[in-house]
């Protein structure tokens, strides 16, 4: 579930910068979105970032945004390991903010580390320090969306869901793209727990739209059929390739074959029942 509400507010950042950027109070010249992937690891990669530069060269500095979910301790250090990253390929100071998005509130995230000869911290900013209304002054539907991740300023989840549906009614038409947002606001709606009522009032209300007949709602359904498959025929072969393991390895117990007759008899190389062998130590 994560990585959907990473995916989500990925697509929505460009829009939500401008909002962004007015609260908290930085200012540029010229703004560059930096489209290279700054990999970590393999499958780790900043969510976004941003070179802002001056008429004064040496005012330029890198901007990286991370959104966060979960209230840890370890993200401190790979949000270091991301400066470091970041530092190094771009010859820049860094920037670094992280939202937070999570339930908890306020969030504990430790921000500062003071080490031997270390000295590093970066800026949490928690997504509930902003008012839902902020969000809601806007006719931007990505927007409009992440109100729900803001602070609702003593009403109630129901009172804020409402305003939300309506706003989006009104920002998109009925030729927009409404459904697109009400399945993002539906992914979003969980992380403060409101999913189930978002769902009743859609059953109930003049905004509701076919989600089977909603293309990122399909594209889902047959992307996860397609994993789906894809994982039952890998472990369907990894079922087998340990049933003839088990088999060779019997025959191998047994010592009434040769290496070379087990290969034939199982149609397998013999380097192969060679590898299994030397496994059994036998």
């Known amino acids: 579930?994560?990585?959907?509400?990473?995916?989500?507010?990925?697509?929505?950042?460009?829009?939500?910068?401008?909002?962004?950027?007015?609260?908290?109070?930085?200012?540029?010249?010229?703004?560059?979105?930096l489209k290279d992937k700054t990999q970590i690891t393999i499958e780790r990669e900043t969510d976004f970032s941003l070179k802002l530069t001056f008429g004064d060269p040496s005012k330029n500095y890198i901007l990286h945004f991370e959104f966060h979910g979960k209230d840890e301790s370890r993200v401190l250090n790979r949000q270091l390991l991301y400066r470091a990253m970041l530092r190094h390929k771009h010859n820049l100071p860094v920037r670094q903010i992280l939202f937070y998005i999570g339930d908890k509130y306020p969030a504990s995230i430790p921000t500062r580390i003071e080490e031997?000869?270390?000295?590093?911290?970066?800026?949490?900013?928690?997504?509930?320090?902003?008012?839902?209304?902020?969000?809601?002054?806007?006719?931007?539907?990505?927007?409009?969306?992440?109100?729900?991740?803001?602070?609702?300023?003593?009403?109630?989840?129901?009172?804020?869901?409402?305003?939300?549906?309506?706003?989006?009614?009104?920002?998109?038409?009925?030729?927009?793209?409404?459904?697109?947002?009400?399945?993002?606001?539906?992914?979003?709606?969980?992380?403060?727990?409101?999913?189930?009522?978002?769902?009743?009032?859609l059953e109930s209300m003049s905004i509701t739209y076919d989600l089977k007949n909603d293309i990122r709602f399909k594209q889902g359904i047959e992307k996860g059929i397609k994993e789906g498959i894809e994982k039952g025929i890998k472990l369907e072969r990894q079922k087998e390739e340990a049933k003839q393991v088990k088999l060779i390895q019997d025959a191998l117990l047994d010592k009434t074959l040769t290496v070379q007759q087990i290969a034939k008899l199982?149609?397998?190389?013999?380097?192969?029942?060679?590898?299994?062998?030397?496994?059994l130590k036998v």
């Not at 990585?3 to 560059?32: C, G, S, T, V």
């Not at 804020?160 to 706003?167: A, G, K, N, P, T």
């Not at 409404?178 to 403060?192: F, H, P, W």
Request: net charge negative; glycine share 6%; charged share 30%.
């Open 1 to 33: 579930m994560a990585a959907q509400y990473d995916k989500i507010l990925k697509e929505n950042i460009a829009p939500l910068l401008p909002f962004l950027m007015r609260r908290l109070h930085i200012y540029y010249e010229h703004i560059e979105t």
């Open 116 to 201: 031997g000869g270390l000295s590093y911290r970066f800026e949490l900013v928690d997504f509930r320090d902003f008012s839902f209304e902020d969000f809601l002054e806007s006719g931007i539907p990505e927007e409009i969306v992440t109100a729900i991740l803001a602070n609702f300023k003593g009403r109630s989840g129901d009172v804020v869901l409402d305003l939300i549906l309506e706003r989006l009614k009104n920002a998109v038409g009925p030729d927009g793209e409404l459904g697109k947002y009400i399945a993002q606001l539906e992914v979003l709606s969980n992380l403060r727990k409101l999913q189930p009522l978002l769902f009743t009032k």
């Open 266 to 279: 199982f149609d397998v190389e013999e380097e192969y029942v060679q590898m299994i062998q030397n496994d």
